[in-house]
């Protein structure tokens, strides 16, 4: 069995040979309708991007960048970012027990943890300004005009946490004339959405932009502890930008914004369990439980897949708020360069809670304290915790001309994020007689993260003969950062003196990073190149419940080599861009969680010495008759472990890719035995190999003239995917195919747009992760496992219907 795995990875065509086989299909296209092209006919939305800190047409831009255009989202209804993962190929998610343990990943890389010690491998940036953390990306976005996807490391504009990538995601502009846009949009599961913007010119110094926005999904999975839908979401946005303009030269924009969020996601949902429903059961990790079998710590939910019920008597989820303040101050030089500040400041604070036994029974009532005694506490046991993070930003700069053969841009940066996690888990003084041990594993502990971030940037290119340019760019700056773990007895008052202090007191370390690209214009509209760049982040802290050691791990490094080609043909009526790429990285920062020999679980911070992405990518859009218009993208990657012979075993040290073996490991100063396994050359977590996306819309012109009729669709695959980065199999999720398909009518004013949306036609069920189970058991009569199985149904994981109303005044 673990021989065909091998074969079976080493099975793939290579970057070069998807990247002509695209190249020829995008070729093949042209030909088509290359003799029916005219420039009196319609002609897709120019796309220009700012990821090089100036706007730039899409296709000149020697990297690769995918654009979520405003009609591209609006047909989507993207108001999340897992929205965005859904429709761009290159990126995926790592979801974790609550959003604020989700991660990002570009081209199947990204950091996920759930401690806060550890920053990201893809950067989120909203209107020039980062966010502190990465799970702060998953609240809802609102007014927004592009998102543009930078594939590969970003570290020399975009700094240490864009060693993959960087998601750029830009708002509305404000306009010049009086405009406002209202839209509604509501389905038969029970998800409204709201949202209004309106904007104007006051007078010659002053405009503005007022923007707020709803969403409310109660959820798809029912609680029948209390007759409630649970893993949904329910977030308020408001954002405003405001202009001065005290002389043709001086521009200030201040973009205020105000986020509150409600997520009660992430639940298991058993689907399976191997014992009979009355078979009595007892959790490994309770061993006291006396007579509670699976009928009644399962009561009243159909154990079956695709099951959507649970019964639990305590919430999941987050609960979060964010504010935050920006501020750009452009003064335009003479000679067309500008000079730009832009600062921020924001806050985001946050409750996150969860029910750890995953039942509504009286868990606590049934466990029996050591010696024998019953126990005297009644209900479940929980976990709950706060995210306290205060960011704030400077950045200083300078770009030069757009005019000339040389343009460059120049710039200093300084970032200031400061950290604070309280968690608290179990119930103290509660041992069993079978080992003595807590069984509601109690922890409580105050963590807190410290950075300090100064760094100069330059690039430059240079066009050194008429259809040849260079690109040379740089980043070098300081890092200064500390962490501090202090754990008290759960549920003790704040005054009383934690039982253990863990102290890193504040440390610098200096880091360069760098990229060149070589580019070549067969045309005005068309252009290959090369690409070669560093990226680099800081050291992690692993600040979760069984640190036992502030000692950070090594940086996180990675070399990237990229070659591609970007084209726009037919009068601008066919886009197409292709990338291939091979990036590897150095001592890749990664959590994982491991249980040693005496059954004791923890979470470990791993600093994994080599880890590779390669592979390729395309996009293509296509106004194939002024009346359709077709959007196709797909990546192709794969990203393994290169180097890891001591990589955890799966739980129950199942042989999932390698053989099982056991190394002694000393931790504060006690020697336990840990299973491992080589997990050199196994496939990361949740990156797929293949993943595409195919969408459009055709109009049909109708015989009143003022209105035409539209239909589009939309359709996404996801090859299967490993979601444990320890290759338990049970962990695994299987293929995604999901087809959206809407219709509607709009007038030709602009003025209104109504749209019938089904989601899901076809009505697959799956899964946003996967889990082996909601706990770990035996029966009460044999030391055999008992198998569970578990689900999270994602958001479209089966059909429903929703209407959207757009209407513009």
Not at 366 to 388: E, M, N, R, W
Not at 395 to 418: C, H, Q
Not at 701 to 726: C, E, K
């Amino acid at each position: 069995m673990i021989k065909h795995k091998k074969e079976e990875q080493s099975f793939r065509l290579k970057p070069v040979q998807i990247a002509v086989l695209t190249l020829g299909a995008a070729l093949c296209a042209q030909v088509t309708f290359a003799q029916s092209s005219s420039s009196s006919e319609p002609q897709l939305e120019k796309v220009t991007v700012t990821a090089n800190k100036r706007v730039e047409a899409l296709e000149t831009v020697p990297m690769a960048i995918s654009v979520l255009s405003k009609e591209n989202i609006e047909r989507n209804n993207v108001l999340q970012f897992d929205d965005i993962v859904n429709i761009v190929p290159t990126l995926s998610v790592t979801y974790g027990s609550t959003p604020a343990n989700n991660g990002i990943n570009m081209r199947g890389i990204g950091t996920y943890s759930n401690g806060i010690g550890v920053e990201a491998d893809v950067s989120v940036v909203i209107d020039d300004i980062p966010i502190g953390q990465q799970f702060q990306a998953f609240q809802g976005l609102a007014n927004l005009e592009r998102v543009e996807v930078l594939q590969g490391p970003q570290s020399t504009l975009y700094g240490k946490s864009s060693i993959a990538g960087a998601v750029n995601v830009i708002t509305k502009e404000i306009s010049e004339k009086p405009q406002g846009t209202i839209s509604a949009y509501k389905t038969n599961d029970r998800e409204n959405r709201f949202s209004a913007t309106y904007s104007t010119r006051v007078d010659e110094h002053w405009s503005y932009r007022l923007a707020g926005a709803t969403n409310n999904y109660a959820g798809n999975v029912t609680n029948i502890y209390d007759n409630s839908a649970v893993n949904g979401t329910n977030s308020k946005t408001l954002m405003a930008k405001i202009r001065w303009q005290p002389t043709d030269k001086i521009d200030v924009e201040i973009s205020p914004r105000y986020n509150q969020s409600m997520d009660n996601c992430c639940v298991y949902v058993p689907t399976a369990i191997t014992a009979s429903n009355g078979a009595a059961l007892k959790n490994i990790y309770w061993q006291g439980i006396t007579g509670l079998p699976a009928s009644t710590l399962f009561a009243g939910v159909p154990i079956a897949p695709g099951n959507s019920t649970v019964n639990e008597d305590y919430p999941t989820g987050i609960m979060s708020t964010a504010r935050g303040t920006g501020m750009k101050i452009s003064y335009y030089l003479d000679s067309g360069a500008t000079l730009m500040s832009v600062s921020s400041q924001s806050r985001y604070q946050a409750n996150d809670y969860r029910d750890q036994d995953f039942t509504a029974s009286n868990i606590l009532g049934s466990l029996v304290k050591s010696p024998a005694s019953p126990g005297v506490l009644s209900g479940g046991f929980t976990q709950q915790g706060t995210y306290d993070i205060q960011t704030t930003t400077q950045e200083f700069r300078f770009t030069s001309p757009d005019s000339g053969k040389m343009k460059y841009v120049a710039g200093l940066w300084y970032a200031d994020n400061k950290t604070v996690r309280d968690f608290t888990r179990g119930v103290p003084n509660v041992l069993t007689s079978a080992t003595g041990s807590n069984p509601t594993s109690p922890t409580g502990y105050e963590g807190m993260i410290h950075t300090n971030n100064q760094a100069i940037f330059g690039q430059t290119s240079y066009e050194f003969l008429p259809t040849y340019s260079v690109l040379v760019g740089g980043r070098t700056g300081k890092e200064t950062d500390g962490a501090s773990m202090s754990f008290y007895a759960p549920w003790a008052a704040s005054s009383t003196s934690p039982y253990q202090n863990l102290i890193n007191p504040n440390s610098s370390q200096s880091a360069s990073t760098g990229k060149v690209s070589l580019s070549h214009d067969f045309s005005k509209s068309s252009m290959a190149y090369v690409l070669a760049s560093t990226g680099y982040k800081g050291r992690a802290y692993d600040l979760t419940s069984t640190t036992v050691s502030l000692n950070p791990t090594d940086s996180e490094t990675a070399r990237n080599l990229e070659i591609g080609y970007k084209g726009n043909f037919l009068n601008n009526r066919l886009t197409f861009n292709a990338t291939a790429w091979d990036t590897k990285f150095t001592n890749y920062q990664q959590q994982f969680s491991q249980t040693n020999i005496l059954g004791v679980y923890s979470t470990v911070l791993a600093s994994i010495p080599g880890a590779e992405t390669k592979g390729t990518s395309f996009d293509l859009n296509a106004l194939v008759t002024p009346r359709l218009l077709i959007n196709a993208s797909a990546a192709f990657t794969n990203a393994t472990i290169t180097s890891w012979a001591n990589g955890p075993c799966a739980a129950g040290n199942v042989t999932a890719y390698n053989a099982c073996n056991t190394v002694s490991v000393v931790s504060a100063g006690k020697a336990t035995t840990q299973y491992v396994q080589d997990l050199t050359g196994a496939p990361m977590a949740n990156a797929p190999k293949v993943k595409f996306n195919l969408g459009g819309q055709y109009d049909i012109l109708l015989p009143d003239h003022s209105y035409d009729a539209f239909v589009n669709g939309n359709i996404r695959y996801q090859s299967s995917i490993q979601t444990n980065i320890n290759q338990d199999a049970t962990f695994a999720v299987a293929p995604i195919n999901i087809t959206n398909v809407g219709f509607g009518l709009k007038d030709h004013a602009n003025t209104f747009k109504f749209t019938v949306f089904i989601n899901n036609l076809f009505n697959k069920q799956y899964a946003v992760t996967g889990f082996n189970g909601v706990g770990t058991y035996k029966t009460t009569d044999a030391t055999a496992g008992v198998k569970t199985n578990s689900w999270t149904p994602a958001r479209d994981s089966w059909r429903y219907l929703a209407a959207r109303l757009d209407y513009n005044f």
